[in-house]
């Protein structure tokens, strides 16, 4: 039964570039969620998703930042015109119904972006 | 301001002995999760509370809603401890707040 996964593991890109982060969730897992981590800082709430739905983003940046999740395939995150302050852990984390609230979240082993 | 504060920031400690990691928030919540992130980078859910105790093999953690606390002990602590822990707080609404961290380093 395969986890919670992210890809690509490590993405490099230069200023100016586009990001997309993809995060497959668990077999039967409806709802994902979005975190950031920057460097010597603690994880930060990003966007919270269903299937073709974004339930909050009060955690996103108001601009270059979007993320989805389509009926079919992964949920993607995707930084536009990245900048240095991008460079950060990406975790996505999902569970069967709402998570935090009421049941354990499984998170994905993480994306790390470098920003050149 | 911080919605959540952990203490302590850094811990090291022998392998064998008792650990506590506090953390106290400032807003009313649903839930409280504690996480831990292997060296590596990789985040496991250890608990989730509203209320009381929970146990799970040498992990104990405890709340308390009136006094908006929790700790996390670690009994018979060992190297492969050694970790971030980090607590989680999950106010009314869909947001929810992390603390920055405890890194537990467990010396054999």
Redo the contacts between chains.
Sequence with gaps: NAGVMQNPRHLVRRRGQEARLRCSPMKGHSHVYWYRQLPEEGLKFMVYLQKENIIDESGMPKERFSAEFPKEGPSILRIQQVVRGDSAAYFCASSPRQGFRQETQYFGPGTRLLVL | KNEVEQSPQNLTAQEGEFITINCSYSVGI??L?W?QQHPG?????LF?LSSGKKKHGRLIATINIQEKHSSLHITASHPRDSAVY?C?V?PT?????????TSLTVIP
């Design positions: 649903s839930a999760h996480l980078g990789g985040i496991v859910s989730m980090i989680a999950i609404g869909n947001q929810f707040y992390f603390g920055t961290g």
